[in-house]
């Protein structure tokens, strides 16, 4: 169904009137995003990338634009975070933060993006549990904690072409995912290990998925009947 409706070009609303392909063209709109700030494979041009607050607000508008349209959150919702006393709509791991501790937990999550010298599979884990256990805005924190993961390790080199599906590992196993988010928002030791390991196994699955997709292009096995 996306598949068709991007080549129809008729993606121009955030509402189409189908809930679901609306929630999926805004991750499709989200990750066409992406690919706009990563290096060209074939020469040194590299673009300008946002600033770690714009990458948030870019993505989250993306993500949850089309929520917001079909009322689903309110539309002050959209690209803002959470205002003191103001609970996300979407369960987490644990409590989530209120109030100065959520502001802290954003300043420290925008830091870690551009923080210099941090290991390119530790920060996009670190980034990507943020994003669940603090749950910055009210909704859709998640997926754009995914997205985020995409961005980083492309950015940061770890998988600089770009096309792994992060993503797919979660979906896998949704039951292993919430285990291995918990464990972080824990805050112990392990737990972090735990959720950095958990990490590395999505991306490695993501990895596995483009091959496969990749060859399937390469063989002219991905036609739509």
Request: hydrophobic fraction near 50%; include cysteine; proline fraction near 9%.
């Amino acid at each position: 169904m996306l598949r068709d409706a991007v080549a129809a070009c008729i993606l121009t609303e955030a509402a189409t009137g189908d809930p679901s392909l609306d929630v999926a063209a805004g991750l499709w709109r989200a990750g066409v995003r992406l690919t706009e700030w990563m290096p060209d494979l074939a020469g040194p041009v590299r673009p300008a990338q946002p600033s770690p607050r714009a990458l948030l607000t870019a993505l989250h508008r993306d993500v949850a634009g089309p929520l917001a349209a079909t009322g689903q959150i309110p539309v002050d919702a959209v690209a803002i975070p959470r205002a003191p006393g103001t609970m996300p709509l979407e369960g987490g791991p644990g409590a989530a933060p209120d109030a100065d501790a959520l502001r802290d937990r954003i300043a420290a999550l925008l830091g870690l993006i551009d923080l210099p010298g941090a290991p390119a599979l530790v920060r996009a884990a670190v980034v990507h549990g943020e994003m669940i256990a603090a749950r910055p805005f009210s909704a859709a924190n998640a997926a754009v904690g995914r997205l985020l993961v995409r961005y980083l390790i492309t950015r940061d080199g770890l998988e600089p072409t770009g096309v792994a599906v992060v993503d797919q590992y979660a979906g896998r196993a949704p039951g292993a995912y919430a285990a291995a988010a918990a464990a972080y928002a824990s805050g112990q030791p392990d737990g972090v290990i735990d959720w950095i390991l958990w990490q590395a196994e999505a991306i490695l699955v993501g990895i596995q998925e483009a091959q496969a997709i990749c060859r399937s292009v390469q063989a002219g096995t991905t036609a739509v009947p």
